[in-house]
């Protein structure tokens, strides 16, 4: 959907000027063809995995094994991403485990590898375990001991673990410097395979990463470690390959989905993004069990999409008012008065729905399906009210634009879709995010920072507003300064977010992953100062590794 000026003179409002966008254009519209997975050759891999499964669960079994030797055997089933084969087996030995512990004592026999491994898995199960375990690392001073220094394995393992870190762990605060400083001195000198994953961690934190990405890197690392069990690993590469097929078929249909829309000639102002809008659906549920919440979550990103244009990219201030009070009745009255294009996007929105409803009304999940359209409605409004300040040249104070942009980044929306079909998505979950729980809101503030710090140089280009240009304004700093704020406030953020999901807890860890997953997502797509989304190039390399080359197996 390429946008230029002259491809939209053929409008009926050709006069209008409008604030048209040069998006890139879609790299992947000839690069992936029709795919229909080979029968027996998925059978074939689906026998071996049964078979690999049974002796890895065997493996997990705590007989003749000591603490460390079963945590670091439960993390490598889960970097190498293999975890939902094993979920229940996993939950029942931390659970255990965290029975168990309250003797600090026992711990100063376990070098700092394994008590950061384990406070690092206790932690991202949501269980609160204490910094305490890190007492025995620290000198008189409060300071972490200098004969660390030289054990990289363990500045690894803590490094790690400092990311899953709290507001008042001031412990793992000095943890993260500690380790970066000496990480990054230390990896000239460091072997191959451990170099690579200590440049690796620098650059992406395993908390933060996509998992399906940060599996898909680990796998070939965890090759190349000569004391690696075999058999899990071929689990790995069998599973990995296996789930690329269905991802690969989910795909298509999404490209053809979307070619079925008619995008090119009735959305031409609109980014033509159905790859990027599936690859996000992946990397927030890659498990096999949610194929049809992926399918729903791409179709709806890529309707958002549409949508964000027409706000950002395309309509005037009065057609935004008209498609925005539209959207409260959520009929079409009033639609004659929209240009051709915006007339065709808002119906194909009205369509879209109308179809998702009947399919949740069968199976009794219309509570969910109200949840959802109400997000819809918020959405244009808060859109409105952002193209209002940028249309206009009046730019808010950042304090406005953020409690607004946590709604336009469309967060809450994605998570309504997604709940739309999640069997663990009950009503009292939906009547959960109704109450705009800090988590939401953690999450949808994180997505709406990075998201401006990764594009604001192309919104800057074409005269629109970002979290940057606000921040700017109210503290009169400069560009680089505000940037910096911006990514203190997302790490702070990644605090609340990590509190909010210890227990105890009433929601599903399902319901909290997939929202962890979705600021995860956005984190790796524009840590680079560049919106990956917009401009495709920049997460080629994860499409690539997660849909579109097959593992070797």
């Known amino acids: 959907m390429a946008s230029t000026q002259s491809s939209l003179h053929s409008n009926s409002l050709q006069e209008t000027v409008r604030p048209l966008a040069a998006f890139p254009e879609n790299i992947w519209a000839d690069r992936i063809a029709p795919f229909t997975p080979d029968k027996e050759e998925h059978e074939m891999y689906e026998r071996e995995i049964e078979m690999l499964k049974a002796e890895v669960a065997s493996m997990l079994l705590p007989t003749g094994k000591t603490m460390t030797e079963r945590f670091d055997f439960i993390d490598k089933i889960e970097r190498l991403g293999v975890s939902h084969h094993f979920d229940i087996e996993i939950e029942n030995q931390l659970q255990e485990?965290?029975?168990v512990y309250t003797n600090f004592g026992e711990y100063s026999a376990y070098d700092l590898s394994s008590a950061a491994l384990q406070f690092r898995l206790f932690r991202q199960h949501g269980f609160n375990v204490s910094c305490g375990i890190f007492d025995q690392f620290i000198d008189a001073k409060g300071k972490f001991k200098e004969s660390l220094c030289n054990d990289t394995r363990g500045l690894l393992s803590l490094y790690d673990a400092s990311h899953v870190r709290t507001h008042g762990d001031e412990i793992l605060e000095e943890a993260l410097a500690f380790t970066t400083t000496h990480l990054t001195s230390g990896g000239p000198r460091l072997d191959s395979t451990l170099a690579k994953q200590v440049k690796y961690a620098l650059e992406q934190p395993l908390h933060k990463g996509i998992p399906r990405y940060e599996a898909w890197h680990y796998i070939s690392i965890y090759g190349e470690d000569e004391s690696n069990y075999k058999l899990l690993l071929r689990l790995a590469k069998l599973d990995y390959h296996l789930l690329q097929m269905s991802y690969k078929q989910e795909l298509c249909e999404i490209i053809s989905w979307g070619k079925g829309l008619e995008s090119v000639s009735k959305f031409p102002y609109a980014r033509d993004r159905f790859v990027e809008c599936y690859f996000w659906a992946v990397g927030t549920l890659y498990e096999p069990q949610h194929s049809l919440v992926r399918m729903t979550f791409a179709k709806v990103a890529a309707l958002i999409t549409m949508i964000d244009d027409i706000y950002d990219a395309y309509g005037t201030v009065d057609e935004l008012q008209i498609l925005t009070d539209s959207a409260e009745r959520w009929d079409s009255s009033g639609a004659d008065q929209l240009s051709d294009y915006i007339r065709a996007s808002y119906t194909t929105l009205l369509k879209f729905n109308r179809e998702v409803a009947e399919k949740l009304a069968k199976k009794q999940r219309t509570y969910a399906f109200d949840k959802y359209i109400e997000e819809w409605k918020q959405y244009l409004t808060t859109n409105l009210t952002q193209s209002r300040w940028f249309l206009t040249k009046e730019l808010p104070s950042f304090a406005d634009y953020i409690s607004n942009g946590a709604i336009t980044i469309g967060v809450y929306l994605?998570?309504?879709?997604?709940?739309?079909?999640?069997?663990?998505?009950?009503?009292?979950?939906?009547?959960?995010?109704?109450?705009?729980?800090?988590?939401?809101?953690?999450?949808?503030?994180?997505a709406r920072l990075i998201n401006d710090f990764g594009g604001h140089k192309f919104?800057?280009?074409?005269?629109?507003?970002?979290?940057?240009?606000?921040?700017?304004?109210?503290?009169?700093?400069?560009?680089e300064e505000a940037a910096k704020k911006i990514r203190e406030m997302c790490e702070d953020i990644?605090?609340?977010?990590?509190?909010?999901?210890?227990?105890?807890?009433?929601i599903p860890r399902d319901i909290l992953k997939m929202l962890l997953n979705i600021v995860r997502v956005g984190e790796t797509t524009n840590k680079h100062r560049i919106d990956g989304f917009t401009q495709p190039h920049a997460i080629e390399?994860?499409?690539?590794?997660?849909?579109?080359?097959?593992?070797s197996v």
């Open 97 to 99: 485990f965290f029975n």
């Open 414 to 446: 994605t998570a309504s879709a997604a709940f739309l079909d999640m069997d663990n998505a009950s009503e009292d979950v939906i009547n959960w995010m109704s109450t705009m729980p800090k988590l939401m809101f953690a999450c949808s503030t994180h």
């Open 459 to 479: 919104d800057k280009e074409r005269g629109s507003g970002t979290a940057l240009e606000c921040y700017m304004k109210d503290y009169n700093v400069s560009e």
């Open 494 to 506: 990644w605090k609340v977010m990590n509190e909010e999901c210890l227990r105890p807890t009433p």
């Open 541 to 551: 390399e994860f499409i690539r590794a997660m849909l579109v080359d097959f593992m």
